[in-house]
């Protein structure tokens, strides 16, 4: 098998020749990478990790056809880009980080309010999807993932999260207005990105964290209101072109997996074993035989604290407990962090391999 054949097998929650993998890292982090082999090509780097799966976000971007600018500086080196996120580059003992400082409609009061702010939404027609379907050539034979989806998390991003969540509950016209605003876009968006590259893309990710350490930050109720008309929206679309639906919630998220399965969700991830509820046996038994389960290796304390011994034995206990009946894609559980040394990264790979 090759790495595509691999993923799409284990997707289908089969059992492939191997435990396929995924890796997901943040630029430090890259860099550091591409240092220690001597490499400047993402695709040599997941070669050498043994990685199956390329996020194409970052590598093969449509081509950016905007009447405004794409991102604008602000003040104190704020950013601004055209979805409305503001982000300021934060000095870290372990490196850069990226985090968001601002949200733009985050003292509106009503839905008029928000309506008149001065902002621009994006249209689909600001993108050049044409050269993709080229490009994408040079990654045929690994799992292909297009991310960037989201119908919760980047609203948060604009009005602020505590301010969203009051809003599901007291202010459900402002929810529901910044709610589909996103999710029309991103339809749109992808629609037109799965058309233009006819079937070379194999997996849309979306990502909304809807759980904390100790349960979910919504109701199954509100869930079901907000979240589950829309996330069916995008796997519809996706599953009309042939391509398969992972959805990214961090946190604990056990009781609304059901809910995920009824809305065509084809892939379960990061699986934070961490979080309450969510160990892996329960989760195994929560998803088996009916959606894949993606991610699990602990990025809180095992990766980047622990010891390359404690990741090697992480590593083959979920393989032994989540793969053993395929339907499983070892990865971290979450994007890695600058935290996480080298050293570690590296023996998470190794022992991938030794494992898998």
């Given at each position: 098998?090759?790495?595509?054949?691999r993923?799409?097998?284990?997707?289908?929650?089969?059992?492939?020749?191997?435990?396929?993998?995924?890796?997901?890292?943040?630029?430090?982090?890259?860099?550091?990478?591409?240092?220690?082999?001597?490499?400047?090509?993402?695709?040599?780097?997941?070669?050498?990790?043994?990685?199956?799966?390329?996020?194409?976000?970052?590598?093969?971007?449509?081509?950016?056809?905007?009447?405004?600018?794409?991102?604008?500086?602000?003040?104190?080196?704020?950013?601004?880009?055209?979805?409305?996120?503001?982000?300021k580059?934060?000095?870290?003992?372990?490196?850069?980080?990226?985090?968001?400082?601002?949200?733009?409609?985050?003292?509106?009061?009503?839905?008029?309010?928000?309506?008149?702010?001065?902002?621009?939404?994006?249209?689909?027609?600001?993108?050049?999807?044409?050269?993709?379907?080229?490009?994408?050539?040079?990654?045929?034979?690994?799992?292909?993932?297009?991310?960037?989806?989201?119908?919760f998390?980047?609203?948060?991003l604009?009005?602020k999260?505590?301010?969203?969540?009051?809003?599901?509950?007291?202010?459900?016209?402002?929810?529901?207005?910044?709610?589909?605003?996103?999710?029309?876009?991103?339809v749109?968006?992808?629609?037109?990105?799965?058309?233009?590259?006819?079937?070379?893309?194999?997996?849309?990710?979306?990502?909304?964290?809807?759980?904390?350490?100790?349960?979910p930050?919504?109701?199954?109720?509100?869930?079901?209101e907000?979240?589950?008309?829309?996330?069916r929206?995008?796997?519809?679309?996706?599953h009309?072109?042939?391509?398969?639906?992972?959805?990214?919630?961090?946190?604990?998220?056990?009781?609304?997996?059901?809910?995920?399965?009824?809305?065509g969700?084809?892939?379960?991830?990061?699986?934070?074993?961490?979080?309450?509820d969510?160990?892996?046996?329960?989760?195994?038994?929560?998803?088996?035989?009916?959606?894949?389960?993606?991610?699990?290796?602990?990025?809180?304390?095992t990766?980047?604290?622990?010891?390359?011994?404690?990741?090697?034995?992480?590593?083959?206990t979920?393989?032994?407990?989540?793969?053993?009946?395929?339907?499983?894609?070892?990865?971290?559980?979450?994007?890695?962090?600058?935290?996480?040394p080298?050293?570690?990264?590296?023996?998470?790979?190794?022992?991938?391999?030794?494992?898998g």
């Amino acid at each position: 098998m090759n790495s595509k054949e691999r993923v799409m097998v284990a997707v289908s929650r089969e059992k492939p020749d191997r435990t396929p993998c995924n890796f997901h890292g943040t630029k430090v982090v890259c860099d550091r990478l591409f240092q220690h082999y001597a490499l400047a090509d993402y695709r040599d780097l997941m070669d050498v990790l043994g990685v199956d799966m390329i996020d194409i976000r970052g590598i093969v971007d449509p081509i950016w056809k905007g009447p405004i600018p794409k991102t604008i500086r602000l003040s104190n080196g704020v950013m601004q880009n055209y979805l409305g996120w503001q982000t300021k580059v934060v000095k870290t003992a372990y490196g850069p980080v990226e985090e968001h400082c601002g949200y733009i409609f985050a003292n509106v009061n009503s839905l008029e309010q928000l309506v008149e702010v001065d902002f621009r939404w994006p249209q689909v027609g600001w993108f050049d999807f044409s050269h993709m379907s080229r490009e994408l050539s040079k990654y045929k034979s690994y799992g292909i993932v297009a991310s960037g989806a989201s119908v919760f998390q980047h609203p948060t991003l604009v009005r602020k999260m505590d301010n969203l969540l009051a809003d599901m509950l007291v202010a459900p016209e402002i929810a529901n207005y910044l709610f589909d605003r996103f999710t029309d876009f991103y339809v749109e968006y992808f629609d037109t990105m799965f058309s233009q590259t006819k079937g070379q893309i194999d997996i849309l990710r979306i990502a909304d964290d809807l759980g904390m350490q100790d349960g979910p930050l919504i109701s199954l109720e509100l869930f079901q209101e907000f979240m589950s008309p829309r996330i069916r929206r995008l796997t519809e679309m996706a599953h009309s072109h042939g391509v398969k639906v992972m959805f990214h919630s961090c946190g604990s998220i056990l009781q609304f997996i059901d809910e995920l399965v009824d809305c065509g969700v084809d892939i379960l991830d990061p699986i934070q074993t961490r979080a309450k509820d969510m160990e892996p046996e329960r989760v195994k038994e929560k998803c088996r035989g009916r959606i894949c389960m993606h991610g699990s290796v602990d990025t809180q304390y095992t990766l980047p604290m622990g010891t390359i011994s404690e990741i090697e034995q992480e590593v083959k206990t979920r393989i032994e407990v989540l793969g053993d009946e395929g339907g499983f894609i070892i990865a971290p559980s979450h994007t890695l962090q600058p935290d996480v040394p080298l050293g570690n990264v590296i023996a998470l790979y190794d022992a991938i391999r030794r494992y898998g």
